[in-house]
């Protein structure tokens, strides 16, 4: 089944700007794990951050689980967006507040105002949290704050939160580019685990090509705004990823 | 090969030349500067400052103060009338720099324009209250409340509460568009609404400076006190005025000291107090 339909999708910053994408289209399927390559610039953070409106495009159209993405506004939005984790490159947590705070700012848009006020979280999300921090190997660091943690261990902390949404997509922007190789390919086989534990599609930003492949059923190269190839991971050869990295072997 | 000759290496003279700013940069740098020059020059030169008349003051001012205002009657200043009003001011200042503060948060929030909730209506009624309670002076401040209120405390409190709008709000506004915008980017993908943004998001990154511009606000509060009373608003500044009016030179001298006096303590209290929040990261 088709989780997110993208046609045509083209976005600049400014009037006297070029545009950063091109005329975009692509499809995802509920089973796939697909991977987004592409040299710096080419558009990759600009794509993923369309999905859920982080992120304005000037046209095209965007149709997830169904919905009309870019028709959205107000509550409707935060409702599409809370079914879409997403997972970044530096992390994002509040630095300040402990791990278990953390990952429950997962469920912020399933929490009224008033009750996240006060940092009321329902006995469900509780444990909820406490379940998947052990599912990412952090029982022994609930109540530490987040800035006490190595690289790893706060992208696993990224991870649980995002999972706290419950969602049906997961946005991975440069999940692992922060992390050194090791750990890298360990973050990428936990959230391939645990994607396809849950059954939730992933579309995934990813410079280091050789992960790409390792990781992903499909990839697609973006080169300068434009989609430059979309295929199974089997089927990337040589030639289009001299294509699609034609700017930087220049 | 000696010592003496020199090695052209790898940077030969090329022949080409370079400047920093170019023609019209250099102009327009050279313009600016020979303008601010000539208008110092002008002011001055309207001023119509007379040099030995400036230079005799200093001992003009030695000797006002030796004949008329020493010695200060300290004993003026620590009867219990004198103390009751060091405190009314301190009351004044600390009841205006908190409701101040309480206000200048949402307001900040608003005119923020990183997280503010709706740039088109919020942002700019945000920016126009701050800036508003910054333009107007806060002996004018009180002079409109005094003259809507009348004379005394509450006149002092509500003119200390603008003029501390202004003055957290524009330092607090400038503290949450400084914030990194990673969480909020976070908050706002997981469905946040711009209250959950603003708290979970913003809020942790901005207490610690909020909490040490607060204890400045009241610092500099404490000082804007004493001239407020001066214009009716109570406290030590209402004694001040009224002695000066009678002319009793030296408890008029008293009070000054006492103002500098307590002046200087809560500057080096807010100080000590700031550089512990600080340490706190």
């Known amino acids: 089944m088709t989780v997110l339909k993208v046609r045509d999708l083209r976005i600049r910053y400014a009037d006297n700007q070029p545009e950063i994408l091109k005329g975009i289209s692509f499809d995802v399927e509920d089973s796939d794990f697909m991977a987004i390559i592409g040299p710096s610039g080419a558009g990759k953070s600009t794509l993923i951050r369309c999905i859920n409106r982080l992120v304005e495009p000037t046209s095209g159209s965007i149709e997830l689980f169904g919905q009309d993405v870019l028709a959205l506004k107000g509550t409707a939005l935060r409702q599409l967006r809370r079914n879409v984790g997403m997972i970044f490159q530096e992390f994002n947590l509040i630095n300040r507040m402990s791990v278990m705070d953390n990952v429950l700012s997962g469920r912020l848009g399933y929490t009224g105002n008033l009750r996240s006020l006060f940092r009321a979280f329902p006995q469900s999300d509780i444990s909820r949290a406490l379940a998947l921090l052990d599912r990412v190997g952090l029982s022994d660091h609930v109540n530490k704050r987040a800035d006490e943690l190595s690289g790893g261990q706060r992208q696993r902390v990224g991870i649980a939160r995002a999972l706290m949404q419950q969602p049906k997509l997961l946005l991975l922007d440069e999940p692992t580019s922060a992390l050194d190789p090791k750990i890298s390919r360990e973050v990428m086989g936990l959230i391939r685990e645990i994607a396809s534990e849950l059954r939730v599609p992933a579309l995934c930003n990813i410079h280091d090509v050789q992960l790409a492949k390792e990781s992903c059923n499909r990839i697609i190269g973006l080169q300068d705004g434009y989609k430059k190839f979309d295929g199974e991971t089997g089927t990337l050869r040589d030639r289009d990823l001299e294509e699609i990295y034609a700017m930087e072997v220049l | 090969m000696t010592m003496t000759e020199t090695n052209p290496g790898p940077a030969p003279d090329s ?35 007379d040099l030995s008349r400036l230079l005799g003051t200093f001992s003009g001012v030695w000797r006002v103060v030796s004949d008329r205002y020493y010695p200060p009657e300290i004993a003026y200043v620590a009867n219990a009338g004198y103390l009751g009003a060091i405190l009314d001011t301190l009351q004044m200042s600390f009841l205006g720099g908190f409701i101040g503060v309480v206000c200048a948060i949402p307001l900040a929030w608003f005119s923020a324009w990183n997280v503010t909730p709706s740039r088109r209506i919020l942002f700019p009624l945000g920016r126009l209250g701050v800036i508003s309670s910054r333009a107007i002076h806060e002996t004018i401040w009180t002079i409109l409340f005094v003259s809507i209120l009348g004379f005394g405390m509450l006149a002092g409190v509500s003119a ?39 708290v979970w998001a913003v809020v942790p990154q901005v207490r610690v400076a909020f909490t040490g511009i607060a204890i400045y606000t009241w610092d500099v509060a404490f000082r804007a006190a004493t001239v407020v009373g001066f214009f009716g608003g109570g406290g030590m500044g209402w004694y001040l005025k009224r002695n000066i009016q009678q002319l009793e030179n030296t408890k008029v001298s008293a009070i000054i000291l006492s103002i500098i006096a307590m002046v200087l303590i809560a500057e080096v209290f807010s100080g000590w107090v700031r550089a512990r929040v600080n340490r706190a990261k």
Not at chain 2, 23 to 33: E, K, S, V
Not at chain 2, 37 to 45: I, K, Q, R
Not at chain 2, 168 to 196: H, W
Request: net charge negative; with cysteine.
């Open chain 2, 160 to 198: 200390l509460t603008m003029f501390c709008i202004g003055f957290a709000g524009k330092l607090f506004a400038d503290e949450i568009e400084a914030v990194d915008m990673g969480p909020v980017e976070a908050m706002r993908s997981a469905g946040a609404s711009d209250l959950q943004v603003f």
């Open chain 2, 15 to 49: 022949g080409q030349t370079w400047s920093r700013y170019g023609a019209t940069g250099a102009a327009t740098r050279h313009a600016t500067l020979l303008a601010v020059l000539v208008f110092l020059g002008y002011s001055l030169h309207f001023l119509n400052v």
